[in-house]
């Protein structure tokens, strides 16, 4: 919507926002996977400020979810990163992945009845 102006002015800040939040559920909602692409699309594609440890996470993030996993767009981030800012964006991209899995299904099934 906002990244295409459908309706709103485009912006691709207010974009990432929105996918950020879709992004910040567990691994089992629908469109969270699209929403983790995206944001990495949109550093990648320098559509956001250059923030390489940011590109860098959601690359990994994204990488990781694939089989075989897919570390092209992050060795694009990493060839302009210090050796801690790539220590930094594997911490964060670590800790989403742990912070972001699936539920368990009796959790979400109470979540349901509440």
């Given at each position: 919507?906002?990244?295409?102006?459908?309706?709103?002015?485009?912006?691709?800040?207010?974009a990432a926002r929105w996918y950020r939040k879709?992004?910040?559920?567990?691994?089992?909602?629908?469109?969270v996977w699209e929403a983790e692409v995206q944001?990495?699309?949109?550093?990648?594609?320098?559509?956001?400020?250059?923030?390489?440890?940011?590109?860098?996470?959601?690359?990994?993030?994204?990488?990781?979810?694939?089989?075989?996993?897919?570390?092209?767009?992050?060795?694009?981030s990493a060839r302009h990163m210090t050796k801690?800012?790539?220590?930094?964006?594997?911490?964060?991209?670590?800790?989403?992945?742990?912070?972001?899995?699936?539920?368990?299904?009796?959790?979400?099934?109470?979540?349901?009845?509440?």
């Amino acid at each position: 919507m906002y990244e295409a102006g459908e309706g709103v002015p485009e912006s691709d800040e207010v974009a990432a926002r929105w996918y950020r939040k879709a992004a910040d559920h567990f691994s089992d909602v629908s469109g969270v996977w699209e929403a983790e692409v995206q944001m990495n699309y949109m550093y990648r594609d320098g559509r956001l400020r250059k923030d390489y440890v940011e590109a860098y996470m959601w690359a990994a993030i994204v990488g990781s979810s694939g089989n075989p996993p897919d570390d092209s767009d992050m060795k694009r981030s990493a060839r302009h990163m210090t050796k801690a800012q790539i220590a930094e964006a594997q911490r964060r991209a670590e800790d989403w992945i742990k912070r972001h899995k699936a539920q368990p299904q009796n959790v979400v099934a109470r979540a349901a009845k509440n």
